[in-house]
């Protein structure tokens, strides 16, 4: 069973930074590609980025993509979200997830951490 933790969330500038962690405990932490994902008031979830095995990082959306990355950490059991350059739209509350390699479904899934972006 992993247990996922997000931290690193708050209110930013519109302009600034922040960058999310995702602990994870429980596994081995590095057989799980990990994904990003967020969810703004009355809007769906919508997929940020994934992180497979060997660290490469794809981020989804064009209006993330440039501006977000994200790396991994084995030896710490964490994922990182790097957000560059906010926007307010950028503003929800964002999960990370883990799925074991072989398996399609996210299976794991952390409490959330709200990021908020004022302009």
């Known amino acids: 069973q992993v247990q996922l933790k997000e931290s690193g969330g708050g209110l930013v500038l519109a302009g600034g930074s922040l960058r999310l962690s995702c602990a994870a405990s429980?596994?081995?932490?590095?057989?799980?590609?990990v994904g990003w994902f967020r969810q703004a008031p009355g809007k769906e979830r919508e997929a940020v980025a994934v992180i497979d095995l060997s660290g490469g990082c794809t981020v989804y959306g064009d209006s993330m993509k440039g501006r977000f990355s994200c790396s991994r950490d084995n030896g710490k059991n964490t994922v990182y979200l790097q957000m560059n350059s906010l926007k307010p739209e950028d503003t929800a509350v964002y999960y990370c997830a883990a799925r074991y390699y072989a398996i399609s479904e996210y299976a794991y899934w952390g409490q959330g951490t709200q990021v908020t972006v004022s302009s």
């Open positions: 429980g596994g081995t932490f590095s057989y799980y590609t």
